[in-house]
């Protein structure tokens, strides 16, 4: 199937760890994207990124960083988890230049206890 | 003020009632506006986009654009108990960035 998948699907966790999220697009799209959905449902983007350009919301702690291994590959890597961290995390991807729109993933929802 | 205003409900409305959801946005110069569905533990999905100003109608969804107003519009009609889930609105700026309303949850009782 095209999509966007994300693996896991939920993460639960102690504060002060370590933990990684995968999101792999098989849409051919140029730009991937990493959004943060609070408990509110408000989307918040945190990354995108192309194979030129990785664009950072100023907002997010540098405890969070994106590692694209390819161009259909983003993923998040989080350094010591804290509580507030908890939330949904959506992968998303669309063409560069483009004006229709993203496509995301079914979200990865973590728990930090 | 927010750049993008979304009024996020609950919205509770009777089976086959005509469903009218809003958004309000501030900068004019804004072109591409999308509304995407999100049901409950699954990734938002586009439902439709549009461009400028006017309707654009599938099936028994229609997209309005009120540029003057800078309000746009969703409307659901023949309203299904399956139609309810959060509905967000997008508008995509010169940067092909999006900025999200807070998203509207919608309850069709059956």
């Known amino acids: 199937d095209t999509a966007v998948s994300q693996t896991p699907k939920y993460l639960v966790t102690q504060m002060g760890n370590d933990k990684s999220i995968k999101c792999e697009q098989n849409?051919?799209?140029?730009?991937m994207y990493w959004y943060k959905q609070d408990s509110k449902k408000f989307l918040k983007i945190m990354f995108s990124?192309?194979?030129?350009?990785?664009?950072i919301n100023e907002t997010v702690p540098n405890r969070f960083s994106p590692k694209s291994p390819d161009k259909a590959h983003l993923n998040l890597h989080i350094n010591s988890l804290e509580l507030g961290d908890s939330a949904v995390y959506f992968c998303?991807?669309?063409?560069?230049?483009?004006?229709?729109?993203?496509?995301f993933g079914s979200g990865t929802r973590l728990t930090v206890v | 003020q927010k750049e993008v205003e979304q009024d996020p409900g609950p919205l509770s409305v009777p089976e086959g009632a005509i469903v009218s959801l809003n958004c309000t946005y501030s900068?004019?110069?804004?072109?591409?506006f999308m509304w995407y569905r999100q049901y409950s533990r699954k990734g938002p999905e586009l439902l439709m986009y549009?461009?400028s100003s006017g309707n654009k109608e599938d099936g028994r969804f229609t997209a309005q654009v009120d540029k003057s107003s800078k309000y746009i519009s969703l409307f659901i009609r023949d309203s299904q108990p399956s139609d309810s889930a959060t509905y967000l609105c997008?508008?995509?700026?010169?940067?092909?960035?999006?900025?999200w309303g807070a998203g509207t949850k919608l309850i069709i009782k059956p």
């Open positions: 998303a991807s669309s063409r560069e230049r483009d004006y229709y729109g993203y496509t």
């Open positions: 849409l051919g799209h140029d730009t």
């Open positions: 990124y192309n194979n030129k350009e990785l664009i």
């Open positions: 900068n004019s110069a804004f072109q591409y």
């Open positions: 549009t461009y």
């Open positions: 997008a508008i995509m700026d010169s940067n092909y960035q999006l900025i």
